[in-house]
């Protein structure tokens, strides 16, 4: 019966029966009651929230993409030529690259470490400090993700409330007008079908571009490890050299 009755809204909503509730916004906005209302102010709030974590990863990756491909080409003449100084100080212009972040971090551990540690110890310093580096670029790239998450996993559920309330509405309105047609139960099928399209419009963004920023970040971390250790293989190659 549940099937049947979705169908014959979807029917009536087509324009087959006429009547007053009709596909356009304002029709089926007045059509639904104050629950299905704010349903779908929650689903347009999630939305925007997650337009706007999509954005701002969006951009921010890219920059972090741009950059790094600057800097590691910077970087490496003035390491060959042994200027930390001036490494760091390439690193620090490239505030948006995540290589950068972490190689000048673990060139300023080198440094500090060099004049404050045992000869033995400087090279373990060094990778501490570059992981703790990791660690805090990986948490900055990844903020915001977990929103995301959460608004493509809870998104159809609040649009399944919202058939909820519209299909409770449509039986109200059969019991109350003693009737089974199509005029009966249009309003409480405009809700559950409007609701249910929301969430559902809501979610499958927000979980396609969590999947695809994860697999950004992943490349990220990739990328930071792969630099850390060439990091590390270049402070043991220029301490052997003392």
């Keep these: 019966m549940f099937a049947n009755l979705l169908w014959s809204g979807l029917v009536f909503l087509q324009g087959a029966g006429g009547g007053e509730v009709g596909w356009d916004l304002r029709s089926m906005w007045s059509s639904m009651g104050i629950p299905a209302k704010s349903v779908v102010c929650i689903l347009f709030a999630m939305s925007a929230i997650s337009i706007g974590i999509m954005i701002d990863r969006g951009l921010m990756y890219s920059a972090a993409r741009k950059q790094s491909r600057v800097f590691v080409q910077q970087v490496a003449g003035a390491l060959k030529e042994n200027k930390l100084d001036e490494a760091i100080s390439i690193a620090e212009r490239n505030k948006k690259s995540h290589i950068a972040k972490v190689v000048a971090t673990g060139l300023s551990?080198?440094?500090?470490?060099?004049?404050?540690?045992?000869?033995?110890?400087?090279?373990?310093?060094?990778?501490?400090?570059?992981?703790?580096?990791?660690?805090?670029?990986?948490?900055?790239?990844?903020?915001?993700?977990?929103?995301?998450?959460?608004?493509?996993?809870?998104?159809?559920?609040?649009?399944?409330?919202?058939?909820?309330?519209?299909?409770?509405?449509?039986?109200?309105?059969?019991?109350?007008?003693?009737?089974?047609?199509?005029?009966?139960?249009?309003?409480?099928?405009?809700?559950?079908?409007?609701?249910?399209?929301?969430?559902?419009?809501?979610?499958?963004?927000?979980?396609?571009?969590?999947?695809?920023?994860?697999?950004k970040v992943e490349a990220f971390d990739v990328e930071m490890d792969n630099s850390s250790m060439e990091l590390i293989n270049y402070f043991i190659t220029r301490r052997g050299r003392k």
């Design 109 to 215: 551990e080198f440094q500090a470490a060099s004049s404050q540690v045992p000869e033995e110890e400087v090279i373990e310093a060094a990778k501490r400090g570059l992981e703790r580096s990791v660690a805090i670029v990986h948490a900055e790239m990844k903020r915001g993700l977990s929103g995301l998450a959460t608004i493509g996993s809870t998104a159809p559920f609040v649009g399944l409330f919202g058939t909820v309330v519209g299909i409770i509405n449509a039986f109200k309105g059969i019991s109350s007008q003693k009737a089974t047609g199509l005029s009966a139960v249009a309003g409480g099928i405009s809700e559950a079908l409007v609701t249910t399209a929301l969430g559902l419009l809501v979610a499958v963004p927000a979980v396609w571009f969590y999947n695809y920023f994860t697999n």
